[in-house]
């Protein structure tokens, strides 16, 4: 994220403030980029096989994966992860023309220069955990027949259809006009299960079945968020804000999706 370091005063301190609203996502939620490197190459890569070899152990073609941009202590209650993406077990073909496998990670990213903007972005694990706080990392492994419902639709026209590139910080999962990196997952979730590229369709099943999690957040902070960040937006939030976490996408997969598991993966010693 680029900021300007000729900002007033006045909007310095909402500017402040507007980074104490939900620092979920800030900087390393749905940013492909860090500004700061927490650990060694040696260290991010060393993680990233075990998340792999745990994936692939499992048996898993399609999984829900979720890195911690910051410490725990600085996150908003009822949130634990940051950043939310698909690992879909592929061919991955190498800087040699090689073809070996493992897991490619679809991601929902906020564009470095226009952060209310976002753009659908396939990396690697090595790539996804590379400007992590903390060495975790959480995963769903959904039943083997919602993989391959996923699988469909991932590899198809709808994908894509599902996302809306005005992004906000706090996007409601309930509402159209903006999106986060965890709503769309949720959307491409919804999809699968339900068997239908109908948006309106999927909100009315997201409203019915996906309980959210709230954000509390002071109003005033809100607001005055809304007014100085761009990646912060209130439109879609017709009462108390609401917004989809790793968290609610797990709770939601665990009550509806028979078989799926939730697991947490942290540095072999």
């Known amino acids: ?13 909402a500017m402040l403030l507007a980074t104490t609203i939900l620092p979920v996502y800030a900087v390393n939620g749905s940013s492909s ?3 700061e490197i927490h650990f060694s190459a040696d260290q991010i890569i060393k993680f990233a096989k075990q998340v792999e070899k745990t994936l692939s152990g499992k048996g898993a073609h399609v999984a829900i994966l979720a890195r911690m941009g910051r410490p725990a202590a600085e996150l908003p209650e009822g949130m634990h992860f940051t950043h939310v993406a698909f690992a879909v077990y592929s061919q991955i073909t190498t800087a040699d023309g090689r073809k070996i496998p493992g897991y490619a990670i679809y991601n929902l990213y906020q564009q470095n220069d226009h952060p209310e903007i ?3 972005v396939q990396d690697f694990p090595v790539d996804f955990f590379a400007g992590v706080a ?4 959480g995963i769903i492994i959904p039943s083997a027949n919602l993989q391959q ?6 590899n198809s026209p709808t994908y894509a259809a599902l996302h ?9 999962p309930y509402t159209l006009g903006k999106q986060n990196c965890t709503e769309h997952t949720l959307d491409v979730i919804s999809a699968a299960i339900y068997q239908t ?5 999927i909100k009315a099943n997201e409203k019915a079945y996906f309980k959210a999690q709230p954000v509390k957040v ?9 007014l100085f960040s761009a990646e912060i937006a209130t439109s879609d939030q017709p009462g108390d804000p609401v917004t989809a976490t790793f968290e609610t996408i797990a709770a939601y997969l665990q009550q509806y999706d028979a078989g799926s598991e939730v697991l947490t993966i942290i540095p072999e010693k």
């Not at 903390?134 to 990392?137: C, M, P, T």
């Not at 590229?197 to 369709?201: E, H, N, T, V």
């Open 1 to 13: 994220m680029i900021i300007n370091r000729s900002l007033t005063k006045l909007t310095f301190a």
């Open 197 to 201: 590229s109908d948006l309106r369709r």
């Open 149 to 154: 419902r996923l699988l469909d639709v991932i």
């Open 118 to 120: 976002s753009t659908l």
């Open 134 to 137: 903390v060495l975790e990392a």
């Open 218 to 226: 002071n109003p005033f902070k809100l607001a005055l968020g809304s």
């Open 33 to 35: 980029a860090a500004e």
């Open 164 to 172: 809306d590139p005005h992004y906000s910080l706090i996007a409601n």
